[in-house]
């Protein structure tokens, strides 16, 4: 069987740096044998960070996201996946509001509170995150390794 991978586009221009080089580590993944599914967050129907339910933090719920809107095939996906390319182009030193929006419903969920065990995933997924800017790329190194940790600890 071959591997699927979820990749996660987070900037809204379409053909421009940061979906030519997903669409181009896609196109690696599938050289390799995995099948691929594109999401666009620009393009999905409407949605929201994390609201702050706590309904992810219920025995009953496993740490699934309990908040249902257009992110919640792109976080079904990624939990199906076998591993997450996810890219976002830097705005104002930052990644856009659309990632944080995925990065809020997709960390948060797994957070435990529980400093020993903080992960409640079954299991963990490699992911390759992109991020693309006008600066050199020393510029965000701190910042693309803080995400960096936090994706191979939650996801
Ligand atoms: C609102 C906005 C803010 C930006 N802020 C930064 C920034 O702080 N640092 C930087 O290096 N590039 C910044 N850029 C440039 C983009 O990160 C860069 O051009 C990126 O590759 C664009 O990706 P795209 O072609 O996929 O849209 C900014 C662009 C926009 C539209």
Not at 66 to 91: E, F, H, Q, W
Not at 123 to 130: A, C, G
Request: aromatic content about 10%; some cysteine.
């Amino acid at each position: 069987m071959g591997k699927k991978i979820a990749v996660v586009n987070a900037g809204p221009r379409k053909g421009w740096n940061t979906d030519t080089l997903l669409a181009e580590a896609a196109k690696g993944a599938e050289a390799a044998g995995a099948t691929v599914e594109y999401f666009d967050l620009f393009r999905l129907e409407k949605y929201t960070g994390c609201i702050s339910c706590f309904g992810c933090k219920k025995e009953a719920n496993k740490g699934h996201c309990m908040c249902k809107d257009g992110l919640t095939p792109v976080l079904d996906a990624i939990r199906k996946s076998d591993g997450l390319i996810i890219g976002s182009p830097n705005y104002l030193s930052q990644v856009t509001a659309s990632f944080r929006a995925l990065y809020e419903r997709l960390i948060f969920q797994s957070l435990t509170y529980n400093a020993e065990n903080p992960c409640c995933r079954q299991r963990t997924v490699p992911v390759l995150f992109i991020m693309t800017s006008n600066a050199p790329d020393t510029a965000y190194v701190n910042l693309l390794n803080d995400y960096q940790r936090t994706f191979e600890t939650f996801v």
